[in-house]
T-cell receptor, first 115, second 110 residues
Framework: DTEVTQTPKHLVMGMTNKKSLKCEQHMGHRAMYWYKQKAKKPPELMFVYSYEKLSINESVPSRFSPECPNSSLLNLHLHALQPEDSALYLC??????????????FGDGTRLSIL | SQQGEEDPQALSIQEGENATMNCSYKTSINNLQWYRQNSGRGLVHLILIRSNEREKHSGRLRVTLDTSKKSSSLLITASRAADTASYFCATVAPAGKSTFGDGTTLTVKP
């Protein structure tokens, strides 16, 4: 079992639907991340939150909207997605330190399919 | 080319053999990390090596870092079937952004 919990594990949605992915950790980590991973490819960074504030947005389309309501929760709101957005979405968390030298702890992801 | 390129892309060995994977990168880094991903699961952090370190060990894992060549290697000794997974290196830039390499898929046959 991982210490980062992602729900749902699988999600199938139409292009006009609105849905949210959720991520929760109770390790006291103050940095949280969203990644997108296509099959047989490495994870690609989407967003980074540090102390509940968005610190990195890797030019992600606005149909993906992140939210960090508190230090334990991270959401990714989805709206009007495209078929090419089908992928595994991974959440990760880490401690925040002066330098970026903290390992990231990953959840098992949400496998998203867009019809 | 992508930061953090790895070779080989795929590696198949017998149980008990050693497995070596290599990672090359292009820009300055604060540290380099190795992760393992089992099929259908999230990534698991294996080991971190800082830019001022040359070698690090953790159990059956040995990581080297050569900043002059901008490369790192991960050695898994006495491999087991349970080591079958994809292995990714991740470089962390001074700005804090991590970039993952393309990964090596390791198959350990019993």
């Amino acid at each position: 079992d991982t210490e980062v919990t992602q729900t749902p594990k699988h999600l199938v949605m139409g292009m006009t639907n609105k849905k949210s992915l959720k991520c929760e950790q109770h390790m006291g980590h103050r940095a949280m991340y969203w990644y997108k991973q296509k099959a047989k490819k490495p994870p690609e960074l989407m967003f980074v939150y540090s102390y509940e504030k968005l610190s990195i947005n890797e030019s992600v389309p606005s149909r993906f909207s992140p939210e960090c309501p508190n230090s334990s929760l991270l959401n990714l709101h989805l709206h009007a997605l495209q078929p090419e957005d089908s992928a595994l979405y991974l959440c990760a968390s880490s401690q925040v330190s002066r330098g970026p030298d903290q390992p990231q702890h990953f959840g098992d992801g949400t496998r998203l399919s867009i019809l | 080319s992508q930061q953090g390129e790895e070779d080989p892309q795929a590696l198949s060995i017998q149980e008990g053999e050693n497995a070596t994977m290599n990672c090359s990168y292009k820009t300055s880094i604060n540290n380099l990390q190795w992760y393992r991903q089992n099929s259908g699961r999230g990534l698991v952090h294996l080991i971190l090596i800082r830019s001022n370190e040359r070698e690090k060990h953790s159990g059956r894992l040995r990581v080297t870092l050569d900043t002059s060549k901008k490369s790192s290697s991960l050695l898994i000794t006495a491999s087991r079937a349970a080591d079958t997974a994809s292995y990714f290196c991740a470089t962390v830039a001074p700005a804090g952004k991590s970039t993952f390499g393309d990964g090596t898929t390791l198959t350990v046959k019993p």
